[in-house]
């Protein structure tokens, strides 16, 4: 039984947020429609995120709406949102707007002094933040770090000191010399970046302290400009801020310029999502657990086709420095003496201790025992990977991390050239440990606590550790999470943190309460056994099934002659090719459809063919014995590449949309070389998915349904088990027990916009059966029916006849085939009538690149007379109807009931919209 949450009694208001959310709204306010300056975007390396732009719309909003503007702020925003791109993206604002050249950031550890280093000053790492060059209304600004800021400032530049809060404290208080003192806050304005804010507040935690505390100082820097119009400011940035406490919310209630919580950062999808693997194994078993998951989810991104380097890390907490060395040492030992036979034993005995643990385990346990003949070479490949020499123990002689040498490795961890597997460590993840690809986290039990505090201090790390991993994949890289919807184990294993923790009941209870306390979703991975889903057996007595048939049109072999030319893949290669520019490689989503930055196109007269042939040595697809593979009649490279058919190389011209401040000569040949390289990959893609050897007939062949709609087996995703977010966190696909007799299986295991489509089909059925008296059924055709069958080749729609566009052109056909969703089956004593139904609830880019499918079901509807069926005594129809979206966006419900000549039903239910909302689920896309 799931617990709400306990709700506060002190509603929490804050003022700037909500004046700025209602500024933003209101069409007579100076504000409304304000739009970040482009050259921000233009000159970071990321592209802020919508919450970042909100943020940073709030901020303009109190310094040019609010009189006086405010000198002390707060970000409030969640672990991992990119708190530090917002303040890259401030400093660039205040610079440009308010003409401020002296930053300085503070925090309270020096490993994020380190981390930020690289952020923000360092061009050399990987990390840093900006653009290689800054150019503002085409002036190059210059950032420079400095120990003081100087008192001759030079134009064009922004300083900036790296501090702690310790030194600042103790330089404002402590004369010595070439260190900053009051004066140098008098000088010039100064804007202080406080990072990791809650550390500070250190007269709010107790009775005034002693007046060289953080708190003072800060005071005193704000006030040495006091005289001045243009004054010192202060923006904190926290994840971690305790709202319930008064002394703090009254200190910051005006302060609270934008607000982004862990439950909204989660929700929106950009972590991972977190699992517990709650077990009652020793610390040495759970160590080769978690290799054994870790090494299986590597596996499992490869098979998933994940380009590049995915080396998911594991990291061991311990409570004591000692016990974390032992630890490691037991760790070596264990790889070391690791061999075939005891792994064999050690899987079969964890699949009896934990037959109703982690759903997670046991997958990966499985794929070891069905692949047992190559597991000396998994063992080889295990000894490798989790070599002594990828075991990092970042450890210093305080219990702390990232203070001594280990910073660069640690920070590095995603990198290809980084070995690192294993991180063990007694220290949370501290504020500065950024890394990305870490997936299992392990509680080392030997003394660990139990208490309040130990569960906290978990469930931050917990938080920290969901980063999302930003994986490649099908040639696109995205910085959310992608498999929301999907009810396969992609999830399970490359979007999914695994927190691996003992299961006793009172410390899980106080685990789950630090959790909520948190607003952390997470939930336990627990085995989720398949459902059985069985047709009906009233439908098994009809003449239906018994004697019933479903259509599907047959396939003929396509010669290798067909593949003649690019666009028999699919492919519209034209001459004159137009790209985006990746500006910088910023960080786009991949469900992005709109660039925001007001852009033009240019025509690049430096583009020739030298860059189709570094692009294509730098890609292994393009070696010819390889693309021979898929294009069998390609007699040459050169061929390829100056072709008239194929990439006619000489004819080409490229134009870039850029940026409307860009000129050619802004672009690189790097830049160029790059494109090109991105447009081949795309090729690649549909050279492979392109090249099929069969392709659709007008010849439709019945199949019997008895054997096509069988029993089946079928995953529900699992829910979330923690009490906040549940309803909003809830995966889209579930489970409805189905007791109408137009729906052949006992349950349907769908979505929501496919329950919707079972609803609206359900508002038809009596009209239906008036006209069609002898059977009126929805079969829902899963492809899990068939997956382990050759079967599911032959029940797939495939394109076919002539196909013309708009122009009156000639259309190459797509080969690959498809099989519906659904199908509505009617009879009467005239004709079996066979409707084709397809869900759609993609948009944008990905639902264009569908349509072919539609095209196929509508040609169907359109071109009766071209289908030619197998001799049978019955007369057969076959129709397609349009995509079916959100509460039937293009009217499909209509065309159902002027095909199958009903009338059409208008009013859908209320009622039935309240049934699937009351069940946990909304009528959202897929």
Aim: net charge neutral; aromatic share 12%.
């Amino acid at each position: 039984m799931v617990r709400a949450k306990k709700s506060s009694t002190n509603v929490r208001q804050f003022p700037l947020v909500e004046q700025a959310k209602k500024a933003e709204n209101d069409l007579l306010s100076q504000h409304q429609g304000y739009v970040i300056p482009e050259y921000i975007n233009q000159n970071l390396f990321h592209t802020l995120r919508d919450y970042q732009d909100e943020a940073m719309r709030n901020y303009h909003y109190t310094q040019t709406q609010i009189s006086p503007s405010p000198q002390h702020v707060l970000f409030n925003m969640a672990t991992g949102s990119g708190k530090t791109d917002l303040m890259a993206g401030l400093i660039l604002y205040l610079y440009q707007e308010h003409k401020y050249q002296n930053f300085l950031f503070t925090v309270n550890t020096n490993s994020v002094l380190l981390k930020t280093k690289d952020n923000l000053i360092n061009r050399n790492s990987g990390k840093y933040l900006f653009q290689e060059k800054i150019e503002i209304n085409g002036q190059r600004i210059y950032i420079r770090q400095v120990e003081r800021f100087p008192r001759f400032r030079q134009d064009n530049t922004i300083y900036i000191k790296l501090s702690s809060v310790q030194k600042v404290s103790d330089d404002l208080f402590v004369l010595k010399e070439n260190t900053m003192g009051i004066s140098d806050y008098e000088n010039h304005p100064v804007v202080v970046l406080a990072d990791e804010a809650h550390h500070y507040s250190a007269s709010t935690k107790s009775e005034k302290e002693a007046e060289n505390t953080w708190e003072f100082a800060i005071n005193k820097i704000l006030r040495a400009r006091d005289d001045k119009e243009q004054k010192n400011i202060l923006l904190e940035f926290t994840a971690t801020v305790d709202f319930d406490k008064e002394v703090i919310y009254n200190k910051y209630r005006d302060k609270v310029v934008y607000r982004y919580p862990l439950n909204k950062f989660m929700f929106d999808g950009y972590s991972k999502q977190v699992k517990r693997i709650e077990t009652s194994a020793s610390d040495e078993d759970k160590m080769l657990n978690v290799v054994l998951l870790s090494q299986y989810r590597k596996y499992r991104a490869y098979a998933e086709g994940v380009k590049g380097s995915f080396k998911p890390v594991i990291m061991f907490k311990s409570p004591k420095i000692a016990i974390s060395l032992e630890a490691t040492k037991v760790f070596n030992e264990l790889i070391a003496n690791l061999n075939v036979s005891d792994l064999v034993s050690f899987i079969k005995r964890q699949q009896v201790l934990n037959s109703n643990e982690s759903s997670a385990l046991e997958i990966a346990y499985n794929y070891y025992l069905q692949n047992e003949d190559d597991l000396a070479k998994i063992v080889r490949e295990i000894k490798q990977d989790f070599d002594p020499r990828n075991v990092l123990n970042a450890n210093d002689t305080s219990g702390n991390m990232l203070e001594k040498g280990q910073y660069e490795a640690l920070n590095t961890l995603e990198s290809p050239n980084n070995l690192y597997r294993v991180v063990f460590a007694v220290a949370k993840l501290t504020e500065g440990w950024d890394v990305l690809n870490l997936y299992d986290i392990v509680r080392i039990e030997k003394e660990a606590g139990t208490d309040k505090n130990a569960t906290m201090v978990e469930a931050q790390l917990i938080g920290r550790g969901a980063r999302y991993y930003p994986f490649e994949i099908d040639g696109e890289k995205s910085y959310q999470r992608r498999y929301d919807n999907d009810s396969s184990n992609k999830q399970l294993f490359l979007e999914t943190l695994h927190y691996h923790t003992m299961n006793e009941p009172q410390y899980l209870k106080q685990l789950v309460g630090s959790l909520e306390q948190m607003d952390l979703p997470t939930g336990r991975d627990k085995k989720n056994p398949p459902i059985e889903i069985k047709v009906k057996s009233s439908f098994k007595k009809t003449s239906t099934y018994k004697t019933g048939k479903i259509y599907y049109n047959e396939t003929e072999d396509v010669s290798d002659e067909w593949f003649d030319s690019i666009n028999k893949y699919g492919i519209n290669h034209k001459t004159d090719i137009s790209r985006n520019l990746n500006y910088g490689s910023r960080e786009v989503s991949y469900k992005a459809t709109v660039e925001s930055i007001e852009t033009k196109t240019i025509g690049i007269e430096k583009f020739d063919v030298r860059f189709i042939k570094k692009a294509i040595q730098r890609l292994e697809f393009y070696q010819f014995d390889s693309l021979k593979k898929y294009l069998p009649l390609l007699t040459s490279m050169k061929e390829f590449i100056y072709g008239e058919k194929w990439l006619n190389a000489e004819k080409l011209k490229l134009f870039l949309t850029v940026p409307k401040e860009y000129k050619a000569s802004d672009i690189s040949a790097d830049e160029i070389l790059k494109v090109t390289i991105d447009l081949l990959k795309e090729y690649e893609v549909k050279f492979k998915s392109g090249y099929i050897k069969q392709r659709g007939t007008n010849k439709f062949i019945g199949y019997p349904i008895r054997e096509y709609l069988t029993n089946y087996i079928k995953r529900v995703p699992a829910e979330y088990d923690t009490a906040n977010l549940l309803i909003q966190a809830t995966q889209k696909v579930a489970a409805y027990e189905m007791d109408d007799e137009f729906y052949v299986y006992e349950k349907a295991v769908v979505n929501k916009l496919e329950y919707e489509l079972i609803e609206r089909i359900k508002a038809h059925v009596d009209e239906l059966k008036q006209k069609y008296d002898k059977a009126v059924y929805l079969f829902r055709m899963d492809e899990n029916m068939h997956r382990e069958s050759v079967k599911s080749e032959k029940v797939k729609l495939h394109q076919y006849g002539t196909r013309i566009n708009r122009a009156g052109e000639k259309v190459d056909m797509h080969l690959q085939g498809f099989q519906p969703d659904f199908i509505l089956f009617l009879e009467n004593s005239q004709f079996y009538f066979q409707i084709f139904i397809e869900p759609k609830g993609m948009s944008g880019d990905r639902f264009v690149s569908e349509l072919w499918k539609q095209d196929l079901l509508l040609y169907m509807t359109d071109h009766q007379a071209e289908m030619e069926f197998e001799d049978d005594s019955k007369n057969v129809r076959i129709s397609g109807l349009k995509f079916y979206t959100k509460d039937d966006g293009q009217k499909t419900m209509a065309q159902l009931a002027e095909i199958a000549q009903i009338q059409e039903v208008t009013d859908f239910s209320p009622a039935k919209e309240i049934l699937v909302l009351s069940s946990g689920m909304d009528l959202g896309d897929e």
